[in-house]
C-alpha cells in the first residue's frame, strides 16, 4: 500500500516556474497580489449609500413644495388657528382694557389700554352700597353647594339605574329624557309660586333664600345628570359587585369603595358644568333672590348696568373680570378628566 507524499513547494501550482496561464484556475483566483492594493469589490455609483441630505437639498424624487402647496396641503390649518384664538381672546382683551379705563364706559375703550388705571377694581370692593365681594361668597355657596349635591344624588341615582333590576326602570329613564326636552324658562312662573307657598312653612328653603336657589337648580339638573352618569356606570363590569359581594362586602361598601373611585372623571365632569352652570345663572337667581345681601355674582353686576343714563361699564367689567378667575382656575385644573368624562359614557347604553 502506497502512502500519499505531500507535494514540494516546486511541485505546488504556482511554484513549478511557469507563467500564469499554466496555473490551475482556483489559484488564480485565490492568489494574493504582492502589490499593497486592495483586491475587494469596489462599490460602483448606482449602489453608493446616499449620505445626509444637506441644506436645501430635496433628495433624488421628493421636489421642493412651493409655497402655494404647503399651504394647501395643511398650512391653512395654522391660519385658521390663530384667527380662531383672535376671535376668542378679544372680547377677553376687551373687557380686561375697558376695566382698566377711566372713562367708564365702552365706547372709551375703543383704544385698548389708552389709559390705565385701577380705579374701577378700587370701587368695586369698596363700595357700600354695592357689596362685591359679599356676592362672590353668595356665588361660590350657591355654586359649591349644587355642584357637591349635584355628583351625589345624580351618582345614587345613576347606580340604581344601572345596577338594580326593578319594575319601571326602562320607563324612568326615558321619562328622565323626556323631561329635558322641555325648556326650563316654561316653569319659571311654577317655580315661584311653589317657592312661595314653601316659604311660609320652611322660610329657609322659600323665596329670597340660598338654599331655595339650590334646591331649584338640583332639581332642574338631576334629569340630564343621571343619564350621563348611567351610560357611565354602565361600563364598570358586574363581576367586580358579585366578586365584593361573595367577599362579604354591602352595596354602601361596594358604592363608596369601588364603584365610585372607578368613574371619578364623570363626577368631576358633572360637578365642574354643575358649579359653572349655577355660577353664572341669571334668570332663576333674579326671581329666587330679592335682598341685595343675598344676591349672586351675576344679579349683582348688573346692578352697576341696570339704571339708565347710570350705567357704569368700567366697574362692570372690572367685576364680570374677577368673577371669571374661579371657572378658568377650575377649568384648568379639572381638563385632565374632561375628555375622559364626556366620552367614555358614550360606548355602551
Keep these: ?84 384664538c383672535v376671535f376668542a381672546l378679544f372680547p377677553l382683551v376687551y373687557a380686561f382694557s375697558a376695566s382698566l379705563s377711566a372713562s367708564g364706559s365702552l365706547l372709551g375703550s375703543n383704544r385698548l389700554f389708552s389709559n390705565v388705571t385701577g380705579a374701577n377694581y378700587t370701587n368695586l370692593l369698596t363700595d357700600p352700597q354695592n357689596p362685591y365681594l359679599t356676592w362672590f361668597a353668595n356665588s361660590m355657596f350657591v355654586s359649591v353647594t349644587t355642584a357637591v349635591g349635584t355628583v351625589l344624588m345624580g351618582a345614587a341615582a345613576a347606580y340604581a339605574f344601572s345596577r338594580f333590576k326593578f319594575r319601571s326602570r326602562k320607563g324612568g329613564l326615558l321619562a328622565l329624557l323626556i323631561i329635558q326636552m322641555f325648556p326650563q324658562l316654561l316653569a319659571f312662573v311654577a317655580i315661584f309660586l311653589l317657592l312661595f307657598a314653601i316659604s311660609e312653612v320652611y322660610p329657609f328653603l322659600g323665596l329670597n333664600s340660598r338654599l331655595g336657589l339650590v334646591a331649584v337648580y338640583l332639581g332642574g339638573a338631576l334629569g340630564a345628570n343621571t343619564f350621563l352618569m348611567y351610560g357611565f356606570f354602565n361600563t364598570i363590569p358586574k363581576d367586580l359587585d358579585e366578586a365584593a359581594t361573595l367577599d362579604g362586602a354591602s352595596h354602601a361598601q361596594i358604592y363608596w369603595t369601588m364603584i365610585l373611585p372607578l368613574v371619578t372623571p364623570i363626577l368631576v365632569v358633572v360637578g365642574m358644568l354643575s358649579f359653572i352652570a349655577s355660577f353664572s345663572d341669571f334668570l332663576l337667581a333674579q326671581i329666587v333672590l330679592q335682598d341685595p345681601d343675598k344676591y349672586t355674582l351675576a344679579v349683582g353686576l348688573y346692578q352697576f348696568v341696570s339704571v339708565q343714563f347710570g350705567e357704569n361699564w368700567g366697574v362692570f367689567t372690572a367685576g364680570a373680570i374677577l368673577a371669571a378667575i374661579p371657572v378658568v382656575a377650575l377649568f384648568l385644573f379639572l381638563q385632565r378628566y374632561i375628555v375622559s368624562g364626556l366620552t367614555g359614557g358614550a360606548v355602551k347604553g
Excluded: Y
Design 1 to 84: 500500500m502506497s502512502t500519499p507524499t505531500t507535494p514540494t513547494p516546486g511541485d505546488r501550482p504556482g511554484h513549478d516556474g511557469t507563467n500564469g496561464s499554466d496555473r490551475a484556475p482556483w489559484a488564480a483566483a485565490t492568489a494574493a497580489p504582492s502589490t499593497g492594493t486592495s483586491n475587494m469589490i469596489q462599490p460602483t455609483d448606482s449602489l453608493a449609500p446616499v449620505g445626509p441630505r444637506t441644506g436645501g437639498s430635496t433628495g433624488p424624487g421628493r421636489p421642493r413644495r412651493s409655497a402655494g402647496q404647503r399651504f394647501a396641503r395643511g398650512g391653512w390649518k395654522h391660519l385658521a388657528a390663530i384667527a380662531a
